[in-house]
């Protein structure tokens, strides 16, 4: 540290230089991942929605089950869980007779079909 002092010390002001002036500071990004507080429920339900649509279940079912509990949508709304991860876990829900989710094996689909539905 005594080196750079040093070096401050026998600098003349000619040498220092500014820095540049400009009139706002900012990031380059894409949109903003801040979600208002009302905006929740709908983004859970949008998500909950686009992973049933293909089952033959519909949102309130889903919501009036024991799949999800308030830590859960949380997750769901902040990104945690995949269409694809929750279609699954759903899906396996619907072949256990919705009692409660079965082992995720990815074959629910065939399982559904086997159920008639």
Known sequence: MGRWLNKIR???SRELTKPTELPF?????AETNAIEKNQGPQIVENMITKAIA????????VLASPLFDETDLNDILNGLYSIEALRLYIGSWLVNDKEHPTPLYK???VQLKKLGT
């Not at 500071?25 to 990004?29: C, D, I, P, Q, R």
């Not at 293909?54 to 079912?61: A, D, I, Q, W």
């Open 54 to 61: 293909p089952l033959p279940v519909t949102f309130k079912e």
């Open 107 to 109: 074959d629910y689909a």
């Open 25 to 29: 500071v900012g990031f380059v990004s």
């Open 10 to 12: 026998k600098t003349h």
